[in-house]
């Protein structure tokens, strides 16, 4: 079992910035992937980006060029720099952990923090 604390959420312009954090309760170094999603309201969840193990990125093509997403494993952390934020991107974001087992994989789930982009 992993837990997962968001923070860094909150009001912002369009325009400006923000730096979503995960915290995981145990080492992230096993965790095959790890990623980003939200949901605005009325919407389904939708992935933002993901990390693996060894650094490979994607991102969802609306947020390709201004969202960067990284891992720390020594402070066992997730990251999202968001940039040239839009009303668009209003939502919940949720950090995702996904753990590779011999039955399959296992997702963990924070309980979101709240992205507000005032156009």
């Known amino acids: 079992q992993v837990q997962l604390v968001e923070s860094g959420g909150g009001l912002v312009q369009a325009g400006g910035s923000l730096r979503l954090s995960c915290a995981a309760s145990k080492s992230i170094v096993t965790i095959n992937r790890m990623g980003w999603y939200r949901q605005a309201p009325g919407k389904q969840r939708e992935l933002v980006a993901i990390?693996?193990?060894?650094?490979?990125?994607d991102y969802a093509d609306s947020v390709k060029g201004r969202f960067t997403i990284s891992r720390d494993n020594a402070k066992n952390t997730l990251y999202l720099q968001m940039n040239s934020l839009k009303h668009e991107d209003t939502a919940v974001y949720f950090c995702n952990a996904r753990r590779e087992y011999a039955f399959g994989p296992v997702n963990f789930w924070g309980q979101g923090t709240q992205v507000t982009v005032s156009s």
């Open positions: 990390i693996t193990t060894g650094g490979t990125t």
